[in-house]
């Protein structure tokens, strides 16, 4: 099975890397700041749309394509070599799959790809597959 989809947004540029730690009754805890929650919100309630009617079993394959506004000082399909880094955006996308219910566990993604551009349209483009277990 393969799902395909495109949520038009303009993606979050805070990452799960930005968790805060803080003490209570002398013991450290993490916690998400404002701005973090606000990016998870914003993102499970983009992913909710597309949630496959059972959960993706086995192997998973991930393609992320993030395209942020253009402004003006990039063209469209010109590839963002700023902050974010890949791998943090990648991360909390990941948690937020696993939350609104795409898999049982972000582990199951075994093949991964992930780019991110300048765009006229903002937003992320993802493909989810299943995966054989053989070798391909």
């Known amino acids: ?7 038009p947004m303009n993606p979050p540029t805070v990452t799960h890397q930005e968790q805060k730690t ?6 450290p805890f993490r916690y998400d700041p404002p701005e973090l929650k606000a990016a ?16 993706l079993d086995g192997a998973l394959g991930l393609k ?15 590839y963002r070599i ?4 890949t791998d943090n955006l990648q991360k909390l996308l990941k948690d937020c799959m696993t939350a609104v219910g795409f898999w049982k566990d972000d582990a199951q993604v075994a093949v991964e790809s992930v780019q991110k551009r300048w765009n006229d349209v903002p937003g992320i ?12």
Not at 1 to 7: L, P, Q, S, Y
Not at 82 to 85: G, N
Request: with cysteine.
């Open 125 to 136: 483009y993802i493909t989810v597959t299943e995966l054989s277990n053989g070798c391909e």
């Open 40 to 55: 998870r919100s914003k993102l499970t309630a983009h992913l909710a749309k597309h949630v496959p009617a059972r959960k």
């Open 22 to 27: 803080g003490i209570r009754n002398g013991k």
């Open 64 to 78: 992320t394509t993030w395209l942020f506004p253009c402004g003006e000082s990039h063209q469209p399909g010109e």
């Open 82 to 85: 700023t902050k974010p880094d």
């Open 1 to 7: 099975m393969t799902i395909e989809f495109f949520m």
